[in-house]
C-alpha cells in the first residue's frame, strides 16, 4: 500500500494526538490518585480525634476543636477570623505552615516578622479570592469557634503552585472565628 505524503503527515498528526490524549489520561489518572491519598490521610488524621465534632461539606473537613455560639455562617454571609495555613502530608507541624495572621502561632512557629501586621481577615463568602476547600469548610462556623478546616489540593491552589505552596497540595487552616454575620 502505497501512502501520500499528505496521508503520511495525516496519519502522524493522528499518532501524535493519540499518544497526547493517553499522556493526559494518564496524567489525570495519576493527579486522582495524589487526591484519593490525601482524602485517606485526612480521613485518617480525623479519625483520630474522636473527641471533636467533624463538620463536612463539599471537599471540606471542618474539625471543631471550641464550639461557637451565636447564629452559624450561610453561603452569603460575612466572616471575621485569624487564620494559620500549614501544607497537609498525614500531620502538621510548624515547619510547615506557610502563612498566619495568628501571632501565637506566628511565635510559636519562630516567625520573627519585623512589620508583623497580626489584622483580623474579614471576608465576604462571595469573595472570589477564597479557596474552595476553605470556603466549603467555613459555612456553619460560629463567633467564638476555634476550628481546623482541611481539604485535598483537588479544593486548593490545584495545579498552581501558589508562592511556597506546592501544587496539588493538601492544605490544613487552623481558624479562630471572631465574627459571624448573614445579612
Request: charged share 20%; aromatic share 12%; net charge negative.
Amino acid at each position: 500500500m502505497i501512502f501520500s505524503q499528505k496521508m503520511k503527515r495525516t496519519l502522524r498528526i493522528f499518532a501524535l494526538m493519540l499518544m497526547t490524549l493517553a499522556g493526559m489520561s494518564c496524567m489525570k489518572s495519576k493527579l486522582e490518585a495524589t487526591y484519593n491519598n490525601q482524602e485517606n490521610q485526612i480521613d485518617k488524621y480525623l479519625s483520630s480525634k474522636t473527641d471533636m465534632r467533624i463538620e463536612r461539606n463539599g471537599g471540606a473537613n471542618r474539625l471543631v476543636t471550641k464550639e461557637g455560639e451565636g447564629e452559624m455562617l450561610s453561603r452569603n454571609g460575612f466572616v471575621s477570623f485569624y487564620y494559620a495555613g500549614y501544607t497537609f502530608s498525614g500531620n502538621y507541624s510548624t515547619s510547615n505552615m506557610f502563612v498566619t495572621n495568628h501571632q501565637a502561632s506566628a511565635e510559636q512557629a519562630g516567625w520573627d516578622l519585623t512589620d508583623a501586621e497580626y489584622t483580623l481577615y474579614e471576608t465576604n463568602m462571595s469573595d472570589a479570592r477564597l479557596i474552595q476547600g476553605l470556603k466549603d469548610g467555613l459555612i456553619g462556623v460560629r463567633a467564638g469557634e476555634e476550628c481546623e478546616i482541611l481539604f485535598s489540593g483537588k479544593y486548593g491552589f490545584g495545579n498552581e503552585n501558589f508562592g511556597i505552596i506546592p501544587a496539588n497540595s493538601a492544605l490544613l487552616y487552623k481558624i479562630w472565628v471572631v465574627g459571624v454575620t448573614n445579612d
